[in-house]
């Protein structure tokens, strides 16, 4: 059973360092195209490489696929060569940013204190953060990953207040999972992510908690999403691999 509060179903793509320009504007109409014809039961958002966004936005209905880049600065603006704003990302009609991917922390180490400052540049620009938390092989297996989560909750989001808190969506991504065909059971999900919602329950109350979208991340795929997202604790998934193909990623939207 579903809960009776507020929080949304989503379905997200990260696309990560995936598709020319050509190929993921072809993408997204495509999946425009699809959703047109068949009312997802979800809300489904794709995380496109940043040079994608305007075009994207421009190209399909956003208020039917919200758009999402997959990173922003951790400044504001000014002499920063390379890096990308979280004002310019809204400016191309973005609506969300996914923050703290394990990628970025792993290979571009972003620490607790960068995406603190990721997360607040982000509300204040009006984007709605995809905060992404989840252990390493070796943490699960030392069944640390509570521990791990908690960290990650405390490091970077829970300085927010109430308000700023409930504009934030969490994607519990176990890093043992992503891209490796291993994904969370159903019953290892559900138990983490409830184990999440009872952290925001400590923090901000049960209210909040219980309107607080979680995502689970890890090989999602039209094989298994269903069932993972008949958990009550999971209200949809961040997808990479199965978000490159539009029949895949439709096929993991059918899960709801
Ligand atoms: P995969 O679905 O390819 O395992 O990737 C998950 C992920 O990292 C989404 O952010």
């Not at 956003?62 to 990173?71: E, H, L």
């Not at 209200?235 to 990479?240: A, K, P, T």
Request: proline residues 2%; contains cysteine.
């Amino acid at each position: 059973m579903k809960s009776i509060f507020m929080r949304k179903n989503i379905v997200a793509g990260n696309w990560k360092m995936n598709k020319t320009l050509q190929e993921g504007l072809a993408l997204a109409t495509e999946l425009n195209t699809i959703l047109s014809n068949s009312k997802p039961n979800c809300e489904v958002v794709i995380g496109t490489p940043f040079i994608h966004l305007a075009s994207i936005a421009s190209a399909i209905d956003t208020s039917k696929i919200g758009i999402a880049a997959q990173n922003c600065a951790d400044k504001e603006s000014g002499a920063y060569t390379g890096e990308v704003s979280a004002s310019m990302i809204k400016s191309t009609g973005a609506e969300y940013v996914i923050l703290g991917h394990s990628e970025r922390r792993a290979y571009y180490g972003e620490t607790y204190e960068i995406l603190k400052e990721k997360v607040l540049l982000a509300l204040k620009n009006e984007l709605k953060p995809i905060f992404c938390i989840g252990e390493v092989k070796e943490e699960r297996e030392a069944n640390k990953q509570n521990e791990v989560v908690k960290a990650q909750l405390e490091g970077s989001v829970f300085n927010l207040s109430a308000e700023e808190f409930s504009k934030i969506v969490i994607a519990y991504e176990p890093v043992w999972a992503i891209g490796t065909g291993l994904t969370a059971t159903s019953e290892q999900a559900q138990e983490i992510h409830a184990y999440i919602r009872g952290l925001i329950a400590d923090k901000y109350g049960k209210e909040t908690a219980e309107n607080t979208t979680i995502l689970y991340g890890g090989s999602c795929n039209p094989g298994n999403a269903k069932e993972l997202f008949a958990n009550p604790d999971v209200d949809g998934g961040l997808i990479g691999g199965a978000s490159l193909k539009a029949a895949d990623f439709k096929g993991v939207i059918d899960g709801f």
